[in-house]
């Protein structure tokens, strides 16, 4: 089993930039496909990006894309999520998982989850 930890949240000013970071225990991360989620007011976790094992193909939520970007160090096990020009709507819990999918659905199913670490954005 992959285990999971998100670290890089905190408490910003709207404008500014955060780096949330996702530490993998596992033998298999580098052909593992990853995602970050977002839970906001509501019901549901809601996909913010996700990237394939080798880190060549990347998918984003329309309205975070050219603010967010996804990427990863398979040396050291670890997802990131650079978050630029940030708004308090962007304001959540985000949590990383591992995925099962393909080039075209990259996150179609998620299986291992993360905690979380919380983003707080004022205005």
């Known amino acids: 089993q992959v285990q999971l930890e998100e670290s890089g949240g905190g408490l910003v000013q709207a404008g500014d930039s955060l780096r949330l970071s996702c530490a993998a225990s596992g033998r298999d991360f580098g052909v593992t496909h990853m995602a970050w989620f977002r839970q906001a007011p509501g019901p549901d976790r809601r996909l913010v990006a996700a990237?394939?094992?080798?880190?060549?193909?990347?998918v984003y939520r329309d309205s975070l894309k050219g603010r967010f970007t996804i990427s990863r160090d398979n040396t050291r096990n670890t997802l990131y999520l650079q978050m630029n020009s940030l708004k308090p709507e962007d304001t959540g819990v985000y949590s990383c998982a591992t995925c099962i999918g393909d080039d075209t659905h990259i996150c179609a199913s998620a299986t291992n989850w993360g905690q979380g670490t919380r983003v707080t954005v004022t205005s």
């Open positions: 990237i394939n094992g080798p880190g060549d193909n990347t």
